[in-house]
């Protein structure tokens, strides 16, 4: 069991905060793409409805964004850079993430609530073919949690890195201080 037994630093708070603010910014841009692509129902309504289907992957990207953003922050404000290859503008899980919301909408439309998405569905045959786009459709809701899974793994494995390195930084700080004698 790990204990804490030190105040956070600045740096850590600072992390939070941004992961914090980037969460909640995640779940919002949800709701707001449920609202606005569901004009046939009161944005109370569709937002209920989204909450009710979809809750675990509305929380799940949020908190999956979240502490992928509070890893990278907290780990730049340590000097270490956990991601040293460039994976795009927003990061290797943004993809995911992306995908993942994507098919959570389709789960909804049943429902009566992301009615324009219909729209996009109806495109779905003539670029995938029918059976990829029958697919699509109906394993909407297990591939959107494929796409959380795949948020979550990133996570894990950003997490991996950075304890990887701050294991390393406090070997090099040892020996260092084993070096000068201090």
Request: glycine share 8%; net charge positive; with cysteine.
């Amino acid at each position: 069991m790990l204990l804490i037994t030190k105040k956070p630093s600045y740096n850590a708070k600072k992390a939070l905060v941004k992961a914090i603010i980037v969460g909640i910014i995640t779940t919002l841009i949800y709701f707001i793409v449920v609202v606005a692509t569901t004009p046939s129902l009161p944005p109370v309504a569709a937002i209920y409805a989204a909450f009710r289907i979809n809750s675990i992957i509305i929380f799940g990207l949020a908190i999956g964004v979240g502490t992928q953003i509070f890893i990278s922050s907290y780990s730049k404000g340590l000097g270490c850079r956990i991601d040293k290859k460039k994976k795009g503008i927003l990061g290797a899980g943004s993809g995911s993430t992306a995908i993942s919301s994507f098919f959570s909408f389709f789960s909804l439309v049943p429902l009566g609530c992301c009615g324009s998405w219909l729209l996009i569905l109806s495109f779905l045959p003539s670029i995938f073919g029918s059976s990829l786009s029958v697919a699509l459709i109906q394993y909407s809701k297990s591939l959107s949690y494929i796409g959380l899974a795949i948020v979550s793994g990133f996570t894990v494995l950003s997490a991996f890195k950075l304890h990887r390195e701050l294991k390393q930084m406090k070997k090099e700080m040892v020996l260092k201080r084993l070096r000068t004698g201090i």
